[in-house]
C-alpha cells in the first residue's frame, strides 16, 4: 500500500531507542523526514547515521530532556525558525513511570510524570498544530499503553499519567477534527523493548524468583503467547499518519496480542 507519506516532516519523540526508533525508521521508509528527539545524543546520532544512510531525506535530531517541558519548547521553536520549516506529524512517545504501589507514590512522581507525558505533549502539540490548521492537515500520534483500558497491577503513577494522557487526546481529537488534523492513541501491550525487560527484571526481584518466570507468567496470559515488536507498533502507526485514515479520529487503538479481554 502506497502511504503517500513522501514530502511530509515529523517530529518523533523518544525516538533513540525502543518503540520510537522503530517508528521513524518505518516513517523514513515511507518517505518521511524525521526529526528525532531525546535526551541521550550517542544514541540519536546513532539512529540518524541508520536512517541517513538508508534513506535519501534530510534527517536531522534535537537533544532534549522532557523533564522540562520550558526547555524542550524553546529547543523546539530555536529549531523551527532556524530550519524555516513546520511538521506536518507529531509522534508523541515518552519513557514509562517506574513499578510502584499508587500507595507509595510521592505527589512528585506524579508531578514529575505529568510533565514528562502529558505537559510536554501539550506544548509540542500547540507549537505545530498552527501549521497543521493552515496546511489543513496533521496527524498527532500518542504512544500510550493497554493501561487506558484496563490498569495494570504495580503499575500505580503510569496508570493515571495514561489515563490522563488519553482524555486530553480526546478533547483535542474533538476540536481540531474540522482542520483535517487527526489525533489518536495507540495502545501497545506487552511489547519487547528495553521497558519491558526492566519491568520483568524488577517483578522478578520483587517476588524473589527468576526472570524467565515472571516472563513465562506474562506470555501464558497473552492469547498470542508472544511479546509484541516494537516494529508492529509503527506499522500502524505509519498508516494512521497517512491521508488513508483521514476518518480515524479520536480513537484508542490496542496492539496487545489479544490480551484486553474488551471488546
Not at 68 to 85: A, G, M, S, V
Not at 199 to 211: D, F, G, H, R
Request: glycine share 6%; aromatic share 8%.
Amino acid at each position: 500500500m502506497n502511504l503517500s507519506l513522501k514530502g511530509t516532516r515529523a517530529l518523533v519523540c523518544g525516538s533513540s531507542q525502543g518503540i520510537g526508533k522503530e517508528i521513524a525508521i518505518e516513517l523514513a521508509s515511507e518517505g518521511v523526514e524525521v526529526i528525532l528527539v531525546a535526551r541521550n545524543e550517542k544514541k540519536l546520532d546513532s539512529v540518524l547515521n541508520q536512517l541517513s544512510k538508508k534513506y535519501d531525506q534530510r534527517h536531522k535530531y534535537i537533544v532534549a530532556d522532557f523533564r522540562n517541558e520550558i526547555d524542550l519548547k524553546n529547543k523546539i521553536e530555536k529549531f523551527i525558525k532556524i530550519n524555516k520549516f513546520n511538521f506536518d506529524i507529531l509522534i508523541n512517545n515518552t519513557g514509562g513511570p517506574p513499578p510502584g504501589k499508587i500507595e507509595e507514590a510521592d505527589i512528585s512522581d506524579f508531578e514529575k510524570y505529568m510533565k514528562m507525558h502529558l505537559h510536554c505533549s501539550h506544548v509540542l502539540s500547540q507549537l505545530l498544530l498552527p501549521n497543521m490548521k493552515k496546511n489543513r492537515f496533521g496527524r498527532v500520534l500518542n504512544i500510550i499503553s493497554i493501561s487506558v483500558k484496563s490498569p495494570i497491577n504495580n503499575l500505580g503513577v503510569s496508570n493515571t499519567v495514561r489515563w490522563a494522557m488519553a482524555s486530553w487526546a480526546k478533547t483535542l481529537s474533538n476540536e481540531v477534527a474540522e482542520f483535517g488534523i487527526t489525533v489518536n492513541n495507540i495502545l501497545p501491550g506487552f511489547t519487547m523493548t528495553e521497558r519491558l525487560e526492566s519491568l520483568i527484571e524488577n517483578s522478578a526481584k520483587t517476588q524473589k524468583v527468576l526472570p524467565k518466570k515472571i516472563k513465562n507468567n506474562y506470555l501464558n496470559i497473552i492469547p498470542s503467547k508472544r511479546f509484541g515488536e516494537p516494529q508492529e507498533i509503527a506499522y500502524l502507526v505509519a498508516f494512521l499518519c497517512s491521508r488513508k485514515s483521514g476518518y480515524i479520529n479520536g480513537v484508542n487503538i490496542p496492539i496487545d496480542g489479544g490480551y484486553l479481554s474488551s471488546l
